[in-house]
């Protein structure tokens, strides 16, 4: 697959504060705001619910703790180019950070990465992991009619990924792609949103693909195991992202 190998860490989005939701799901982390030092990217353990408790970026948030943050869901990118071809279809200006991503990049085609592939990430290692599935307080926050059907049928969902290596970025490091899982088994992180809304010949291919959230395994139940059309289904309100 032809996407870049290289891109640019245009800003490092943090939690400004934790914002109470419309949704009653209490206090929330996405809306993220660019810092201008470097930042350490770690490892933040496994999910556990609980307190708000930090996200993969030292000095982020995450407060939903059942449902975002931990290892396979470290660090959240999104691309500037994305956000530019939402600030046509909203007809406002979306600053990095605005989806609640953790780095706003330029120059990578986040949503066709793929499964498994690594990312040098300013003096980091990171691999991608899964796709960012709109959830009730993505939509409130954005407070857009119909913002997760729309969100889901763009294709455009930014990538979570997770830590191999500590490190730490800021605005104006290099991202690299440094490595690619083998022919055969990819799948590319826009890909992983249309098996999530259905399609069983993607999640087919999807459980196979290395690096991959296990916590897919349990969304591949519900996908294998009922009749599914080759279209994704209606997207569904969600707590997964």
Same mark, same amino acid.
């Not at 990312?119 to 691999?127: D, I, K, P, R």
């Not at 599935?133 to 763009?154: S, Y």
């Given at each position: 697959? *032809?996407? $870049?190998?290289?891109?640019?860490?245009?800003?490092?989005?943090?939690?400004?504060? !934790?914002?109470?939701?419309?949704? *009653? !799901?209490?206090?929330?982390? /996405?809306?993220?705001? $660019?810092?201008?030092?470097?930042?350490?990217?770690?490892?933040?353990?496994?999910?556990?619910?609980?307190?708000?408790?930090?996200?993969?970026?030292? #000095?982020?948030?995450? %407060? !939903?703790?059942?449902?975002?943050?931990?290892?396979?869901?470290?660090?959240?990118?999104?691309?500037?180019?994305?956000? *530019?071809?939402?600030?046509?279809?909203?007809?406002?200006?979306?600053?990095?950070?605005?989806?609640?991503?953790? /780095? !706003?990049?330029?120059?990578? *085609?986040?949503? #066709?990465?793929?499964?498994?592939?690594?990312?040098?990430?300013?003096?980091?290692?990171?691999?991608?992991?899964?796709?960012? /599935?709109? %959830?009730?307080?993505?939509?409130?926050?954005?407070?857009?009619?119909?913002?997760?059907?729309?969100?889901?049928?763009?294709?455009?969902?930014?990538?979570?990924?997770?830590?191999?290596?500590?490190?730490?970025?800021?605005?104006?490091?290099? /991202?690299?792609?440094?490595?690619?899982?083998?022919?055969?088994?990819?799948?590319?992180?826009?890909?992983?949103?249309?098996?999530?809304?259905?399609?069983?010949?993607?999640?087919?291919?999807?459980?196979?693909?290395p690096g991959l959230d296990p916590q897919w395994e349990e969304t591949a139940v519900s996908v294998l195991g009922r009749p599914v059309r080759r279209e994704a289904s209606v997207p569904r309100e969600t707590a997964a992202g």
């Open positions: 697959m *032809d996407v $870049p190998l290289t891109g640019v860490l245009l800003s490092v989005n943090l939690a400004a504060e !934790t914002l109470p939701t419309p949704h *009653d !799901t209490g206090k929330t982390g /996405i809306g993220k705001r $660019p810092v201008t030092w470097p930042v350490p990217v770690s490892d933040p353990g496994p999910k556990r619910r609980g307190h708000p408790r930090p996200n993969g970026l030292a #000095g982020d948030i995450v %407060c !939903t703790t059942e449902h975002h943050g931990g290892t396979d869901q470290a660090v959240y990118a999104y691309a500037r180019e994305d956000l *530019d071809w939402w600030t046509e279809q909203l007809g406002r200006e979306l600053a990095g950070g605005v989806f609640g991503e953790n /780095i !706003t990049t330029a120059g990578l *085609d986040v949503s #066709g990465a793929l499964i498994g592939e690594t990312w040098g990430l300013g003096t980091a290692v990171v691999q991608v992991a899964s796709a960012r /599935i709109p %959830c009730a307080t993505f939509a409130g926050w954005m407070d857009e009619r119909h913002w997760v059907k729309r969100f889901a049928r763009a294709g455009r969902p930014g990538a979570y990924l997770r830590v191999l290596e500590e490190g730490v970025a800021g605005t104006g490091d290099p /991202i690299e792609v440094l490595s690619r899982p083998p022919a055969g088994v990819t799948v590319t992180v826009a890909e992983a949103m249309r098996a999530y809304y259905g399609d069983a010949d993607l999640m087919r291919r999807l459980l196979g693909a």
